[in-house]
């Protein structure tokens, strides 16, 4: 049988634990770019699994968070451009409904006449 189970994305909370499983970062011993990582977490959709895939890749600290920053990034682009895409989508159908609905009062005045 498949299921779908849907999981939610990494919060800031998740990633410090991944961090401090994975590379051994806590709180009391914070890499320079975690803060910039969970703003970039919070204002992204990326899962715990792909975090954890950055995290594992390489056992240095500053090469794997500076992957990670990259991923966040990318994923940032990525949703801001599905967005316009969709916003551009929205305008386009209203243009082809406009164009419709005038087709279809001309064509109606048209019969009248």
């Not at 990582?37 to 919070?42: N, P, Y």
Request: contains cysteine; proline residues 1%.
């Amino acid at each position: 049988m498949d299921m779908h189970i849907n999981m939610s994305y990494c919060t800031a909370g998740g990633f410090n634990i991944l961090a401090s499983n994975y590379l051994g970062i806590h709180h009391s011993n914070r890499h320079r770019l975690c803060g910039e990582i969970e703003g970039l977490i919070e204002s992204s959709e990326v899962t715990p699994a792909e975090v954890a895939e950055e995290l594992m890749r390489i056992d240095d600290a500053d090469v794997a968070l500076e992957g990670l920053v990259s991923l966040l990034k990318g994923k940032k682009v990525e949703r801001n451009e599905a967005k316009e895409e969709g916003s551009n989508k929205v305008e386009i159908q209203d243009v082809k409904r406009q164009k419709t609905e005038s087709n279809v009062n001309g064509d109606n005045q048209n019969m009248l006449s």
